[in-house]
């Protein structure tokens, strides 16, 4: 299989990560039992988890030129990525989350974007060249608006295919949608943009057709422990998540978009890629954070489409 080429424009955080038994009630203060810092953020986790299984990837991003910064720098540059368009910003911070984790690993996430949100379309304009050379690119919306439809505006001139994963969820007009080719919420997400409930394989049906009548080519819906659901003009099934015990699921949705993505660009057929991209989601959730409990190639059972 040829190397694939990915694009990601997206966000680069810091998680604090704080374990507790169970999460606070308003007002309440609770002693965690343990503190640890990991590298995150959306964009970032995703271009990482693609770097794992083997993809070249160049990610485009916005750090501060504080520590923080630095040691992001360092990890993208041990990680693998292209870092031609890696900026830096001295005006604001680096971003952060800070993560509760409670025993059930479930999590609570509060974002701050720092340096993210200085990202502009002047930005990816300059990365031009990166994203039509790309196989498969890939955003989020943990960067302003603004970035984020540039980018897949540029994509799409090039013809080449996007995943466009709208988390945070976020009101969008139809401009979006007309330049996607994999619209990719999770569950309340997709809940929040379509305006019902998406509970089940029915109701993802639902919201997906409400994404295809506003301009995405296809929708991938992630559903958790339910696993995930596929809908195009002409085609629909669902992909099963593996049953695991799970000890953190930061992250997951990412390792999902992230080989999702990667086997997008490798050629290989959509269901396939679900697959293998449940898989990996599979394999990081039984570890701690999100980028460090992303698996290599060689860990993975992946499913081989070259030899169908």
């Known amino acids: ?90 005006e604001v911070p680096t971003g952060i989350a800070a993560i509760t984790v409670d025993d059930s690993g479930q999590n609570a996430i509060i974002v701050y974007g720092g340096a993210n949100q200085r990202l502009k379309p002047a930005d990816v304009d300059l990365a031009r060249p990166a994203i ?31 995943v466009f994963n709208p988390a945070p969820a976020h009101e969008l007009t139809d401009d979006f949608f007309a330049v996607t080719d994999y619209f990719c919420p999770n569950e309340t997400e997709a809940s929040l943009m379509a305006g019902m409930a998406v509970e089940s394989f029915d109701d993802a049906e639902r919201a997906a057709k409400i994404f295809l009548k506003r301009g995405a080519k296809a ?5 958790g422990s339910r696993g995930a659901f596929y809908k195009s003009a002409n085609d629909q099934f669902q992909v099963p998540a593996e049953m695991v015990k799970a000890v953190d699921t930061t992250g997951a949705g990412d390792a999902f978009i992230g080989t999702m993505a990667y086997f997008i660009a490798a050629g290989a057929p959509i269901r396939t890629a679900m697959l293998n991209a449940s898989h990996a989601a599979a394999l990081s959730v039984q570890k701690m954070g999100a980028q460090p409990s992303y698996p290599p190639y060689d860990e993975c059972d992946f499913s081989d489409f070259n030899s169908r």
């Open 132 to 162: 039509q050379a790309a196989g498969t690119v890939v955003s989020q919306l943990e960067i302003p608006l603004e970035t984020t439809l540039r980018f897949l505006q540029i994509a799409r001139e090039s013809g080449v295919p996007t």
């Open 1 to 90: 299989m040829n190397k694939p080429k990915l694009c990601v424009a997206g966000s680069s955080n810091v998680d604090l990560v704080t374990t507790v038994k169970r999460m606070p009630q308003p007002g309440e203060t609770l002693m965690g039992s343990a503190f640890n810092t990991f590298f995150g953020g959306k964009g970032a986790n995703q271009a990482v988890m693609a770097a794992k299984l083997g993809a070249e990837v160049t990610m485009i991003s916005r750090i501060g030129t504080d520590s923080f910064g630095d040691q992001y720098y360092e990890n993208y540059r041990e990680n693998g990525l292209i870092l031609d368009y890696i900026l830096r910003t001295a």
């Open 219 to 223: 929708v991938v819906i992630t559903m």
